[in-house]
Each structure stands twice: as C-alpha cells, then as structure tokens.
C-alpha cells in the first residue's frame, strides 16, 4: 500500500497507511506478566486512581518516547491537529517546538503569527508556561498548553542566549493562517521569493510567485532570485521535491538527476526522488538563504541544489534533522509516528545532525545609519584637487570648501541591509552572479 511519508521540521506527520515487513514480536508469558503487574500496582497503589486505559497507553507513549525525539504515540485528538497543521489551518500561536534536556526549544516561529511578531527567535528555550514549567510536562501536555481557544492569552517565560534574565512573553492565540510563499522584486530585476513551510499549495504557490516576479521585472527581465528558507521547520516531503525539481534541470544534472533518497531497514520506507526536465528559471541564478531554523524538508531543497551546483546557499548551518518519520495507523482512533529511515543528499551526504553548511557565511546582523556627519573622505575632498574635465557640474563644494565633482550615489539598498542584513549580503551575491553569467 502506498506510504505519505512527511520530513516535518520536528513534531508533526502526515496520516499513511503502510504495511511493515518484518518478524511479528512475540513476547515471553513472563514479559507479560510483568507488564501487566505493573499496571496492576500502579492501578492500586497511585495515590490517586487512573484508569487503566489510560495507564496503558501512557506505557505506549513512554516506549515511543525513548527511542528519539520524533517517534511518539498518536491519540484521536493527535490525528485531528495533524491534518489542521498539514493543511495550513491550526490554532495556538504559531511556533515550532522540540523537547530538549525537558524544556521546549523553539526550532523557529512561523511567518506573520503571534510568536514572530512578538519577537520569539529560533533557539529560544522556553522554561514556563502560563507560569508552570515545563520540566515537569511530558512533551503532548506542554503543546496542548500552547494551544487554545483563539483569543485566549498565554505567558511564555524564555531564556535566551547571550540575554542575562529570562524574557516574558504576553501572548493573544490565533487560528493561524500560514501563506507559505511570499514574493517581491528587489532593484527592479532580481527576485525575492519566501517559502516559510511545505504544505500541500506549496509547490503550486511556487510556481506562480516565479511567475509574478517575471512579470514584475518586466521589459528588463528577471536576473536571478533569492530563495528565503530560513526558520522553515520542513513539512511534505512531496512539496518540497517538487520545489526542488523546478529549479533543477533533470537532463543536465549528474548523479541520475537526484534530489534525496532515504535509508531504511524496510522496503516500504526507501524513497529515490529525481528532477524531471526543465528548469523554472531557464538556469537563471538562484541564491539559497538558509539558517538554524531550517529543517528537514527546507534542508532536503537546500542539499539538492547546493549538490548539484544550481544555487549558491547563503546564511548560517541548518539545524539538522535529516530522519523520516512515518505514521502507521494501529486501530480507528490511534497511531504510531515512528523514524523510518534517514535522508540524504544526491552526493551522499547525511543531512541529520551535520545539517546543510552554507557556501558564504552570513550572520543575522542588525545595521544602523549612524555617520555622525563625517562627509566621505575621496580626492575630491583634497584642497586643490584636480577637476575632472568630464564632470558637467564641477562646481559643486565639498565641507571642506574644496570643489568636487563627484557626487555620491544613493545607496538605494540600505534600508534593505537595516530591515535584513542576511538578504542584502543575497542579493549582492546574486547580483555578482548575475554579472558574471552575462558577462559570458
């Protein structure tokens, strides 16, 4: 049967249904009993009384949990959020989360939610919620505290790096809506393109923001495009290959054309994904940004074109989750999201805790316009200073009082570099490329 397999930045999966290949496990009677006496015990010693159903699946749980960070237990109320958050339409306040050391790490916060808007970065380590903490919550129990209805307030106490006290957070919940493409045109020539998740529209939503930016360069056409997965938690492992093959012609590429393939003990998990003919931007150049909240399928995107040669990657070392995890129904109201197998990259390269290294190592910069007045010191600040006899205005006074004829352009880009540092040292790296390309 076929198998939707999702690389999700951390938490969630897709519903599949597969069928595992493999021993069934048979366990000992003495196994069993052991199991069930502690059941028993806990049943009848607890200082307070849980039902035994509910003792049972928390031993599920507890078994997934251990394996690592991604494998877990899946109840009815599991399965209805996943499909909310796969489709683009969920409640809570938009960030993602991974358990760490007990606390909750936030990989990234979603676009245009109340956590980015707040400030919440990637790397934050949230301690408390709602003043309780979270190192005594199992994992489920610290995201249903997240959640709520829409309108209802929520208190985050956060610890930083490099922050000397905890941050506080004063949160409103929304039904979050994400648009995972954004587009614009930067100097009239060149493309900004935002992808923030893989979900279902994605890979469409693409393909008509390429269309747009064309259309927005105009007569001059477009010159190259900065694609922008940073703080992209990952999402539908079909998305993001699609994303991938647009910008990858499938017959000039070597390796066979790849994108990602994945190791497995079984048959069912092992996918070979390649790129099909044609490139979206007819070999255009493509500068990648990407940084430590880019995960899993942003990093699949990332390590394809970067293998391949088809993009210049730009920014900071992605996070690092290159596992797969699969969803395997158990009865009508409950599931499994285990790891399956792992990814790689079409040069063989394990994505999972290295990450995806960029080509050009940006860091995340804050600018600030502050010359004090000091006029630029050139030449023609010099007193006595030779003219030039080409100039049609050479009459114009420098602070000094000496008469220069150069006038200083306008940095049309340093609002850009003040309102993101990492996408204005892009587009001057795509802008290099795109000189060299028509310089051939």
């Excluded at 941050?167 to 923030?196: Q, S, W």
């Excluded at 000094?400 to 940095?411: D, E, L, R």
């Amino acid at each position: 049967m076929k198998c939707l397999k999702i690389c999700w930045g951390l938490v969630f999966c897709l519903l599949a249904s597969f069928a595992v290949a493999g021993e069934e496990l048979e366990l000992s009677s003495d196994e069993l009993q052991k199991f069930n006496s502690i059941i028993s015990n806990v049943k009848k010693y607890y200082y307070k009384d849980i039902d035994k159903i509910k003792l049972f699946s928390h031993a599920i749980s507890g078994m997934l949990a251990d394996l690592d960070p991604h494998s877990a237990y899946l109840d009815q109320g599991d399965f209805k959020n996943l499909r909310m958050e796969t489709t683009g339409l969920f409640g809570g306040i938009g960030v993602e989360i991974f358990p760490e050391n007990g606390f909750l790490r936030v990989l990234t916060p979603l676009d245009d939610t109340p956590a980015s808007r707040a400030g919440i970065q990637a790397g934050d380590l949230i301690m408390q919620v709602d003043g309780k903490f979270v190192r005594n919550l199992n994992f489920k129990d610290a995201i249903n505290m997240m959640r709520g209805k829409p309108g209802s307030k929520i208190n985050l106490t956060i610890v930083r790096s490099k922050q000397n006290k905890p941050l506080v957070f004063n949160l409103r919940r929304e039904v979050i809506k994400i648009k995972t493409v954004k587009e614009r045109i930067l100097d009239g020539v060149y493309g900004y393109l935002r992808v923030a998740l893989f979900q279902e529209p994605t890979a469409l939503d693409v393909e008509r923001a390429v269309k747009k930016l064309e259309q927005g360069a105009g007569k001059s056409g477009l010159r190259g495009v900065i694609l922008d997965l940073r703080n992209n938690p990952g999402g539908l492992l079909e998305s993001s290959i699609q994303v991938a093959d647009y910008f990858l012609d499938g017959d000039n590429l070597k390796k066979e054309g790849l994108i990602v393939y994945t190791k497995g003990r079984v048959e069912e998990t092992k996918i070979i994904a390649k790129a099909t003919s044609g490139d979206i931007l007819r070999g255009k150049p493509l500068v990648v940004l990407i940084n430590e909240g880019s995960a899993s399928a942003a990093e699949i995107v990332a390590g394809a074109l970067q293998d391949h040669g088809r993009a210049i990657i730009v920014g900071t070392r992605s996070f690092g989750k290159g596992s797969v995890q699969t969803v395997i129904p158990i009865d009508d109201s409950s599931a499994i999201k285990i790891t399956t197998a792992t990814y790689y990259t079409p040069l063989g390269r394990s994505i999972q805790i290295r990450g995806i290294e960029p080509d050009v190592y940006v860091e995340s910069l804050r600018v600030v316009e502050d010359n004090d007045g000091i006029p630029r010191v050139d030449e023609g600040a010099l007193l006595g200073a030779i003219q030039n006899g080409e100039s049609k205005n050479s009459n114009s006074k420098n602070s000094s009082g000496a008469v220069s004829n150069y006038q200083q352009p306008a940095n049309a880009n340093i609002k850009l570099a003040q309102e993101d540092y990492q996408v204005y040292e892009a587009l001057q790296i795509l802008k290099s490329h795109s000189i060299v390309r028509r310089g051939k």
